[in-house]
């Protein structure tokens, strides 16, 4: 039989995405930072399957891309939630009672300092050091949206509004 005419193995279907995301990196190693920057936009964290799957195309020792996906702090190895809050807990946020925002999110969302994600994987919530947005302390990030001068009631109102639009997308 021919291979032209072969169904696509398993693991081709299976990484499609991915496979994309390579050849437009023309599966050159050098390129293994957006490589896994681009990977993570799909599936909003980096599989241990898919990292070893990318170390083989790029022949690449395995232990070389979890090294890099474990460097960088942008990089997350486990699943997260379609809206990831980033509170500010710098000194600035700090002062501000930022740590109010957050006892008032986890226990809106049934979180806690072990578990950032709820089981639905619509919200992660994780502290961060520095958001770079000291003048709106206490600020928090929502994806890409910055939010200043957050109260717990505020955040909570955030929440409601997130829950709210998520249930008219979602059919």
């Known amino acids: ?20 995301i390579l ?6 190693p050098a390129a293994l930072v957006p490589i896994l920057q681009e990977v993570q936009e799909v599936y909003r964290y ?12 790029l022949g690449l020792p395995p232990a070389r891309v979890f ?14 939630g379609r809206f990831v809050i980033k509170l500010c807990d710098g000194t600035a946020c700090h002062v501000k009672e930022s740590q109010p925002i957050l006892d008032a999110l986890r226990q809106r969302l049934g979180l806690s300092e072990r578990k950032t994600t709820t089981d639905d994987q ?4 994780e502290t961060v050091s520095c958001l770079g947005a000291c003048g ?14 957050m109260t ?13 639009k998520h249930a008219k997308e979602t059919p």
Request: proline content about 7%; overall charge negative.
């Open 1 to 20: 039989m021919s291979t032209c005419c072969a169904p696509p193995s398993t693991a081709a279907r299976r990484f499609a995405r991915v496979t994309e």
């Open 23 to 28: 050849a437009r990196h023309r599966h050159d």
């Open 46 to 57: 980096l599989p241990e399957e898919v990292m070893a799957y990318i170390a083989t195309d």
């Open 67 to 80: 090294g890099v996906a474990t460097f960088y702090a942008h990089f997350a190895l486990a699943p997260k």
């Open 122 to 125: 619509l919200f992660t919530v």
């Open 136 to 149: 709106l302390a206490p600020v928090m990030l929502v994806n890409d949206d910055v939010h200043g001068q």
């Open 152 to 164: 717990p009631q505020s955040a909570l109102q955030l929440v409601e509004s997130l829950i709210a």
